[in-house]
T-cell receptor, first 111, second 116 residues
Framework: GQSLEQPSEVTAVEGAIVQINCTYQ??????LSWYQQHDGGAPTFLSY????GLEETGRFSSFLSRSDSYGYLLLQELQMKDSASYFC????????????FGQGTELSVKP | ETGVTQTPRHLVMGMTNKKSLKCEQH?????MYWYKQSAKKPLELMFV???????ENNSVPSRFSPECPNSSHLFLHLHTLQPEDSALYLC???????????????FGPGTRLTVL
């Protein structure tokens, strides 16, 4: 089977840097995605890592280590609007298009 | 706007009612999905449609009945629901390519369902 683990909650202050970790167990692996979801809203795609290393997109970066079955989402210069839930996800090997989501990490940014 | 629309945005229904949720994607994608998200819980995949064919029913009770008349539209028909079915129901779409892993799904805003 496939499963992902991430912390349930993270708290940080405005302007800080926060890292949200995700470890996965899969029988095969294509890549790791990250999604952001504000309270009551739709999840939106943030990033995808298929290869090891760091991918940077503005204030957000995502890292993958395939050998460690581990990735993280790095948020820099935190803003209040970054308060949201963040989900890591991997594609299912059995059904085209299906994603397996982690439990989600609720990030609270304080003034 | 993600290119995926859902109606209604909010729905309150009794346990004996029959209602339908509608999803439409304007992205030309060939796969669509229904998810259930209960309060403070992760996304639970309910149904997957690839090329209008249902490829997954994730052990969903029969009181939820999906319909995909074409690659742009997806419905979720509801009947005799239970209060524990109250949740946010999200629709998503993606472009499935043979032999390639999908890395991005586009979600609609969801329907907030309350069952009394």
């Amino acid at each position: 089977g496939q499963s992902l683990e991430q912390p349930s909650e993270v708290t940080a202050v405005e302007g800080a840097i926060v890292q949200i970790n995700c470890t996965y167990q899969t029988s095969g692996f294509y890549g790791l995605s990250w999604y952001q979801q504000h309270d009551g809203g739709a999840p939106t795609f943030l990033s995808y890592n298929a290869l090891d290393g760091l991918e940077e997109t503005g204030r957000f970066s995502s890292f993958l280590s395939r050998s460690d079955s581990y990735g993280y989402l790095l948020l820099q210069e935190l803003q209040m609007k970054d308060s949201a839930s963040y989900f890591c996800a991997v594609p299912s090997l059995n059904q085209g298009g299906k994603l397996i989501f982690g439990q989600g990490t609720e990030l609270s940014v304080k003034p | 706007e993600t290119g995926v629309t859902q109606t209604p945005r909010h729905l309150v229904m009794g346990m004996t009612n029959k209602k339908s949720l509608k999803c439409e994607q304007h992205l030309g994608h060939n796969a669509m999905y229904w998810y259930k998200q209960s309060a403070k819980k992760p996304l639970e995949l309910m149904f997957v449609y690839n090329f209008k064919e249902q490829t997954e029913n994730n052990s969903v009770p029969s009181r939820f009945s999906p319909e995909c008349p074409n690659s742009s539209h997806l419905f979720l028909h509801l009947h005799t629901l239970q209060p524990e079915d109250s949740a946010l129901y999200l629709c998503a779409s993606s472009q499935v390519k043979a032999g390639a892993a999908i890395n991005e799904q586009f979600f609609g805003p969801g329907t907030r369902l309350t069952v009394l």
